[in-house]
């Protein structure tokens, strides 16, 4: 949604790109996926596929450092003109899967490391959490993730966004537990969301989703996100984790 992220297939630029762009114009969005970070005590953020800055602009206030990096350089070129007068956020390019570009940001000694809408483009999903493990501080780090849910949804939209899979709730407990993390809290998100996503991409069979349509779900957030909550929704689009590194 967010980002392609690390070691992503090969997509048609324009249509990442263009997903990216209207994203942008979501602050709700972006605040509502954000708000285990923002309530946490992380200051020093490793961003794991930061895109064009759209989660950078949330991760960063509040005066927190935040590492923004992204395997494709024209993004990375990107980040660096838009936060160019922001020192508390330093882009960098990155193979997430790799160890050897993880290594310095190891160095970096990152509180949290933040992977939205990226770990479904990719393939060796495993491997990037392994590394985000290794790179956060032994003790406490905290690793925030939000991926597309449901493998039964995935349309024309997850393949034209180069996703790999959408996830179960087990696949992606196993997956960190075997990272070596350990779940501290489990959400389902954008309930509302199911609908729009099966529409455009199972019936109609679009490549990306309608900017109009974007934008009038980011103005209902206030309303979505309360009833969600009150719901304690037992499915959504979206699945947000929040684990800790395990000894």
Known sequence: MHSTGSDSRSTPTDIGLLTLQRFERLPR?????????LGSAARRIWEIGAGIGNVTEVLAQGNRLVLASDIRPDYVAHLRARFADRPTVVPKLCDATDPQ????????????A???SVLEHVEH?????????????PT???????????????????????????YSASRLVALVETAGFEVESRSWL?????????????VLGRSSQPASQLEA???LIPLTSRVETALRCPLGLNLSLVCQ???
């Open 140 to 166: 406490g780090g905290r690793l925030f993730l939000y991926v597309p849910a449901h493998q039964w949804l995935f349309c024309s939209l997850d393949t034209c966004l180069g996703h790999y899979r959408r």
């Open 245 to 247: 590194a395990r000894l």
């Open 101 to 112: 570009d993880v290594s310095p940001v190891a160095d970096w000694r990152p509180e949290a």
């Open 125 to 137: 999903d495993l491997r990037l959490l392994q590394n985000a493990r290794t790179a956060l501080l």
């Open 190 to 202: 954008n309930m509302f969301g199911i609908a729009g996503w099966f529409l455009n991409g199972k």
């Open 114 to 116: 933040v992977c939205i």
């Open 29 to 37: 969005l972006h605040r509502r996926i954000c708000g285990p970070v």
């Open 217 to 219: 779900y980011d103005s």
